[in-house]
């Protein structure tokens, strides 16, 4: 009987907490159904949808899920994007793992970057993330003074396409590299061999390529035309040939000139030199004849007025027998010693013989 009893109560009881429970939950569901998620204002940026920051004001964010200061100011920023319809600003923000590209195009080196965008001119924001200094950036316009990203650091230049291209090919390179290594459990040396090798092919696949190119592009030039420009080199390499010969020509033709004109010269200059020489050598013999003369007339006139006594047989320096002739014969045997004697030996006999005249006459 206590058996039966105990029964249909313990029934009881698990059918009132099941009934408790379930009115828990439809209280519980109603609340939930009040609290939906609130929305996030900040635009996410990718590669396919950045130029919308050509057109109005705008600020960006660039971020990495891993990087601490990013997290930082996300609830700033948020917050910051609630208050963009009163701002008259839009807001977005870049995951640069996802979007390597747009990081490249920016050139951001360090995170979190921000940077304001006022119909399609950049400036970087470096103030810190927190609100009131994005408020006060935005109202009171200080990005007015600073100097804005123009020329080819102006994300939407040439070259930073080209930069943002670089960047998206190293991200999926990464990525490929992560797979390699973690998902197949590759070693790093391997990946690294892999992607070294890979290069090399592209290289070359590349070279080999812009070679065809060219070869489809560059249109070969005519028979005869290859023919006629042959020649016509052939022609400008003998005329170049004939020009330097004669060039070599008239400096030998120079040469032979100046060596002779040097000779002539050499040869007027001996011919001064040799007339000066006589010249110098005749005043010289004027003087000393003189002075031989007159030493001769000083030291004669005593012989002279003896030889006059003796008579006109007598010679210079000979015996009272010996006649003129033989008198000149003696005088030119004997050897003249200096020049001084010979002077006096020619005075000598020009007196002998106008003295042998003078009786005769």
């Not at 249109?219 to 010969?245: D, I, K, N, V, Y």
């Not at 007339?297 to 003796?310: F, H, S, T, V």
């Given at each position: 009987?206590?058996?039966?009893?105990?029964?249909?109560?313990?029934?009881?009881?698990?059918?009132?907490?099941?009934?408790?429970?379930?009115?828990?939950?439809?209280?519980?569901?109603?609340?939930?159904?009040?609290?939906?998620?609130?929305?996030?204002?900040?635009?996410?940026?990718?590669?396919?949808n950045?130029?919308?920051?050509?057109?109005?004001?705008?600020m960006?964010?660039?971020?990495?899920?891993?990087?601490?200061?990013?997290?930082?100011?996300?609830?700033?920023?948020?917050?910051?994007?609630?208050?963009?319809?009163?701002?008259?600003?839009?807001?977005g923000?870049?995951?640069?793992?996802?979007?390597?590209?747009?990081?490249?195009?920016?050139?951001?080196?360090?995170?979190?970057?921000?940077?304001?965008?006022?119909?399609?001119?950049?400036?970087?924001?470096?103030?810190?993330?927190?609100?009131?200094?994005?408020?006060?950036?935005?109202?009171?316009?200080?990005?007015?003074?600073?100097?804005?990203?123009?020329?080819?650091?102006?994300?939407?230049?040439?070259?930073?396409?080209?930069?943002?291209?670089?960047?998206?090919?190293?991200?999926?390179?990464?990525?490929l590299?992560?797979?390699?290594?973690?998902?197949?459990?590759?070693?790093?040396?391997?990946?690294?061999?892999?992607?070294?090798?890979?290069?090399?092919?592209?290289?070359?696949?590349?070279?080999?390529?812009?070679?065809?190119?060219?070869?489809?592009?560059?249109?070969?030039?005519p028979?005869?035309?290859?023919?006629h420009?042959?020649?016509?080199?052939?022609?400008?390499?003998?005329?170049a040939?004939?020009?330097?010969?004669?060039?070599?020509?008239?400096?030998?033709?120079?040469?032979?000139?100046?060596?002779?004109?040097s000779?002539?010269?050499?040869?007027?200059?001996?011919?001064?030199?040799?007339?000066?020489?006589?010249?110098?050598?005749?005043?010289?013999?004027?003087?000393?004849a003189?002075?031989?003369?007159?030493?001769?007339?000083?030291?004669?006139?005593?012989?002279?007025?003896?030889?006059?006594d003796?008579?006109?047989?007598?010679?210079?320096?000979?015996?009272?027998?010996?006649?003129?002739?033989?008198?000149?014969?003696?005088?030119?045997?004997?050897?003249?010693?200096?020049?001084?004697?010979?002077?006096?030996?020619?005075?000598r006999?020009?007196?002998?013989?106008?003295?042998?005249?003078?009786?005769?006459?």
């Amino acid at each position: 009987m206590a058996g039966g009893r105990r029964g249909p109560l313990l029934t009881a009881l698990l059918a009132a907490w099941v009934a408790a429970a379930a009115a828990a939950e439809g209280e519980a569901r109603p609340e939930q159904a009040a609290l939906p998620e609130e929305r996030s204002l900040v635009l996410p940026m990718t590669a396919s949808n950045w130029t919308l920051v050509m057109e109005g004001e705008w600020m960006l964010k660039f971020y990495a899920p891993w990087c601490p200061s990013c997290q930082q100011t996300d609830s700033e920023w948020e917050t910051f994007a609630k208050n963009g319809e009163i701002l008259q600003i839009s807001v977005g923000k870049v995951d640069v793992i996802q979007e390597p590209g747009l990081s490249g195009r920016f050139f951001v080196t360090t995170l979190p970057a921000f940077f304001h965008a006022k119909d399609g001119i950049f400036r970087r924001y470096r103030g810190p993330g927190v609100y009131e200094d994005l408020q006060n950036y935005i109202l009171e316009k200080k990005w007015q003074s600073v100097e804005p990203l123009t020329g080819w650091k102006s994300p939407s230049s040439l070259t930073m396409s080209g930069m943002a291209g670089l960047f998206s090919i190293s991200g999926k390179i990464w990525h490929l590299h992560n797979y390699f290594t973690v998902t197949l459990g590759v070693p790093a040396w391997c990946s690294y061999v892999f992607f070294v090798v890979a290069t090399l092919i592209f290289g070359l696949l590349m070279g080999l390529v812009l070679v065809v190119i060219s070869e489809c592009f560059s249109m070969p030039l005519p028979r005869h035309l290859s023919e006629h420009s042959g020649q016509t080199l052939r022609s400008e390499e003998a005329h170049a040939a004939e020009q330097l010969q004669d060039a070599e020509e008239e400096k030998e033709d120079s040469n032979e000139e100046e060596n002779k004109d040097s000779l002539v010269d050499e040869e007027e200059e001996k011919e001064e030199l040799g007339d000066e020489d006589e010249a110098e050598e005749e005043e010289e013999d004027g003087p000393a004849a003189g002075a031989d003369e007159e030493s001769g007339a000083a030291q004669d006139p005593a012989p002279r007025e003896a030889r006059e006594d003796l008579g006109p047989d007598v010679g210079p320096d000979v015996g009272p027998d010996v006649g003129p002739d033989e008198a000149l014969d003696a005088a030119s045997e004997q050897p003249p010693s200096t020049d001084a004697e010979v002077a006096e030996d020619t005075l000598r006999q020009r007196r002998s013989q106008h003295a042998d005249k003078g009786p005769s006459a």
